[in-house]
Antibody
């Protein structure tokens, strides 16, 4: 059974870089037809799509965050990662990684449990 | 930017039918999806491609779409269905978008 697990620091200082990794188990990150994505949810608020990556390295970013984002993939470790630069309190959120299917459009069919990242000095 | 609009809250008694709507201009050409998020948990895909139900989702959950509106219907809602429900779709360029979420209360 596919499992996704987020990992990384739970506290990041303002203006620094947030870095998270998602480890995939029970399936290969190189599986044809599947992409991998990040979504976040500020405390008490709704879901926001961050970005998507294919195992080949092709990426799709939320235009509102694109200038601060880097998503990468390491197929040898079955992991993909997220970096957000110049963080502020507005980046405080639960960050989820997810498997993404692409039919006529992308959708997220399996999610990690999420990890809370707080931006504070 | 593209928006999907949901009612903030819906309330039903156990056994009643709950309907949650989602409106968006691109829905006539783009599939609608629904996610269930129980308190403190990650979202779970409840409906995909307007009306398909993933394995493990109870039959009382169904989806439909007509024009600019997608609808999630829970027939005979149970107390355990109490959760936040998010619709999801993409804009005309394929950019993913989530609705603002609807809190379903069953009591």
């Amino acid at each position: 059974q596919l499992q996704l697990q987020e990992s990384g620091p739970g506290l990041v200082k303002p203006s620094e870089t947030l870095s998270l990794t998602c480890t995939v188990s029970g399936g290969s990150i190189s599986s044809s037809g599947y992409y991998w994505g990040w979504i976040r949810q500020p405390p008490g608020k709704g879901l926001e799509w961050i970005g998507i990556i294919y195992y080949s390295g092709n990426t799709y970013y939320n235009p509102s965050l694109k200038s601060r984002l880097t998503i990468s993939v390491d197929t040898s470790k079955n992991q993909f990662s997220l970096k957000v630069t110049s963080v502020t309190a507005a980046d405080t959120a639960v960050y989820y990684c997810a498997r993404v299917k692409r039919a006529t459009s992308f959708f997220f069919d399996s999610w990690g449990q999420g990890t809370l990242v707080t931006v504070s000095s | 930017s593209y928006e999907l609009t949901q009612p903030p809250s819906v309330s039903v008694s156990p056994g009643q039918t709950a309907r949650i709507t989602c409106s968006g201009d691109a829905l006539p050409k783009k599939y609608g999806y629904w996610y269930q998020q129980k308190s403190g948990q990650a979202p779970v895909l409840a409906i995909y491609e307007d009306s398909k139900r993933p394995s493990g989702i109870p039959e009382r959950f169904s989806g439909s779409s007509s024009g600019t509106m997608a609808t999630l219907t829970i027939s005979g809602a149970q107390v355990e269905d109490e959760a936040d429900y998010y619709c999801y779709s993409t804009d005309s360029s394929g950019i993913p978008v989530f609705g603002g979420g609807t809190k379903l209360t069953v009591l």
